[in-house]
C-alpha cells in the first residue's frame, strides 16, 4: 500500500503507476523509490521537482528531452545530462522517474 504523508492511501495501477498524479507528495516518491530499491538523493529530488512543476504548469508528463534540457542548462550538466539522467534513474525515464514524480505511465512512450 502507498500512504501520502496524512496517511491516505494512494491507488497506484498494476505498474505502480499512481493513477491520480494530484495526490503525489514526497512520501509517495520516497515509498516508491523504496520499492524500486532506489535511495533518493537531493539530485534525484532536483529532477523530480522539475518534473512535478512541468506537470502543474502543463497537465501532461515531461518528455524526456525536457528534462535532459532541465539538468544541462539550470544544473550546468551541458552534454553530460543525458548520461547523468540514467545514472539516477538506471532503468529508465519512464520506468523510474515518471513513476517517482507521480506520473501516470505514458502509454505512447517506449520503456526507457
Not at 503525489?24 to 529530488?45: G, K, P, S, Y
Not at 539522467?85 to 506520473?103: D, E, I, N, S, T
Request: hydrophobic content about 40%; overall charge neutral.
Amino acid at each position: 500500500m502507498i500512504a501520502d504523508s496524512s496517511g491516505n492511501r494512494v491507488a497506484t495501477d498494476e505498474e505502480g503507476y499512481l493513477i491520480e498524479p494530484g495526490y503525489w507528495d514526497q512520501a509517495v516518491a520516497e515509498q516508491l523509490a523504496a520499492q524500486e530499491r532506489l535511495n533518493l538523493t537531493e539530485e534525484h529530488w532536483e529532477v523530480l521537482r522539475f518534473m512535478r512543476s512541468y506537470y502543474d504548469e502543463h497537465q501532461i508528463a515531461p518528455d524526456a528531452r525536457f528534462t535532459i534540457k532541465f539538468l544541462a542548462e539550470e544544473l550546468g550538466y551541458g552534454r553530460k545530462a543525458r548520461n547523468y539522467l540514467f545514472k539516477l534513474f538506471p532503468y529508465g525515464y519512464v520506468k523510474q522517474a515518471c513513476k517517482l514524480a507521480g506520473m501516470k505511465r505514458p502509454r505512447a512512450w517506449s520503456t526507457g
